[in-house]
């Protein structure tokens, strides 16, 4: 089989949904990564403004910059007659915060396992950018105290000498295929990716081109990503839009995505039974981090596997 994994997001935290202020840090002016745009900020030429400095004295815990420059990316633009700098000020829904409430916050850096917002705050990153940030932090961990400092990081910074992005393949793609080959026994092959949605994507046309058939079972509440077919009763990405279905995805496009709800195993079975044959995947979130932490019921895994190698294809 071939395994399809997320590739790319070297060091830029990508979401927060699980991290938790821990204590308040004092930092140095320091130059922001995300937008803010002050209400006078905004130059001639509508740059946005980059730089944000940190109130050394702050004692308490506010988000007033992350709120400043989260409203800004959803303001209005009156003299450029433009909506917003990003739908709903984020790059991904789930970012948005809408479903959950609470105030996004932006983040300015990371070390080790935690990480500073703009407004100078300091978190425990229970996210680690999903995963690829784990061998940062471990890495950092044990080498905070030592002159040279992370490996990863100078490895890092001694390969972006060479260019950030060549748009053609190269030598450490193969090394980084090799190394997630022979660390799991069951990949033969790997895709890297950009994103969690383009994973879903390519492992979606995977299973359909693999099997001869074209339909899935995905369980409500499950998010995989904002691709056509699963954009059925998913999880946060969806629901932050307060939408079940989203527009302007065709009814062909999620004709063949079967919903089911989570943990309900005697469902999967009638779904099988009343499709027989039909079924090229099942897909989930085996802890359903989408919607609430939803933990699978003992033995619901097992279940689900079971049946999925039942009506798997005659080899
Ligand atoms: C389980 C799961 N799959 C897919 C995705 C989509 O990933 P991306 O936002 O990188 O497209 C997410 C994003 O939150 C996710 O949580």
Same mark, same amino acid.
């Given at each position: ?27 140095? =002016? ?143 793609? =193969? ?99 009343? =499709? ?25 895994? =097992? ?13």
């Amino acid at each position: 089989m071939i395994l399809i994994c997320r590739y790319g997001q070297v060091l830029h935290p990508q979401g927060l949904g699980l991290s938790w202020p821990s204590k308040l840090i004092h930092r140095p =002016n320091f130059t922001a990564s995300s937008p803010s745009r002050s209400s006078s900020g905004c130059s001639s030429r509508c740059a946005v403004k980059m730089t944000v400095t940190v109130d050394e004295k702050k004692t308490t815990f506010t988000l007033k910059k992350s709120e400043k420059a989260f409203n800004a990316a959803k303001a209005l633009i009156p003299h450029l007659r433009m909506c917003e700098l990003m739908p709903g000020g984020v790059n991904s829904p789930v970012r948005a915060f809408k479903s959950v409430g609470g105030q996004p916050i932006l983040i300015h850096s990371v070390k080790g396992s935690h990480m500073w917002d703009i407004d100078g705050n300091e978190y425990i990153d229970y996210v680690g950018s999903w995963g690829q940030q784990l061998l940062v932090m471990l890495m950092t961990r044990k080498y905070l105290f030592s002159a040279k400092g992370c490996p990863v990081l100078a490895a890092l910074a001694e390969t972006m000498k060479k260019g950030t992005s060549f748009g053609a393949p190269c030598l450490l793609e =193969n090394v980084l295929a090799e190394m997630v080959i022979s660390a799991v026994p069951s990949i033969e092959m790997v895709r890297f990716v950009n994103s969690g949605t383009e994973a879903c994507m390519g492992v979606l046309r995977l299973a359909r081109a693999f099997t001869g058939r074209e339909k899935i079972i995905k369980f409500e509440g499950c998010y995989h990503g904002h691709a056509d077919p699963y954009l059925v009763k998913a999880g946060s990405g969806v629901a932050t839009q307060g939408l079940p279905d989203s527009p302007g995805v065709p009814k062909a496009a999620t004709a063949p995505t079967l919903s089911s709800p989570y943990n309900d195993i005697a469902d999967v079975e009638l779904l099988f039974e009343t =499709n027989k044959g039909e079924i090229a995947a099942v897909i989930l979130e085996p802890i359903v981090g989408n919607s609430g932490f939803i933990t699978p019921k003992p033995d619901f895994l =097992n279940a689900l596997r079971k049946i999925t190698k039942e009506n798997g294809p005659s080899p």
